[in-house]
């Protein structure tokens, strides 16, 4: 079951890739890391992909509440961005409920969602980070 969801959410996110990317002269790379699935990505391009991309939620207590956020980095030798995200999930209603926005730079970009209070009501939470070009 985990791998036939993976295979969907592969399948649908390189569809939207390929639809992007043959709008662009110079090809298009976007890839990034989701705290089920793993490292996920695709590169319509014949130039580079990243050195490296990680990423990882991070957990902390601040004045007695719980919080979480995302961090992301990329290195890579050309202009790129690196984003983070939080996922928090309801029953089968998702939404995005932190997000660093694309951080640009070249060689190593790291991208940092805002920490945010996590709900014990049965939310569950999960990072996302993004690269591309």
Known sequence: MKNKIKYLFVS?????FLLLAT????????GGWHELYGNIGISLNLRSS???HSGQ?????????SQTRTVGTTQWSIRHFTRAQVEARTFFFREIVSDSERI????T?????PWINVSTSGTTYRGLTWWGN
């Open 50 to 52: 990243p050195t490296s």
């Open 57 to 65: 939620r991070e957990s902390r207590v601040m004045n007695g509440r």
């Open 12 to 16: 649908c996110l390189s569809c939207v």
């Open 109 to 113: 970009t790291t991208a940092r969602s």
């Open 23 to 30: 709008s662009s002269v110079f090809g298009f790379e976007l």
């Open 104 to 107: 640009w730079g070249s060689r």
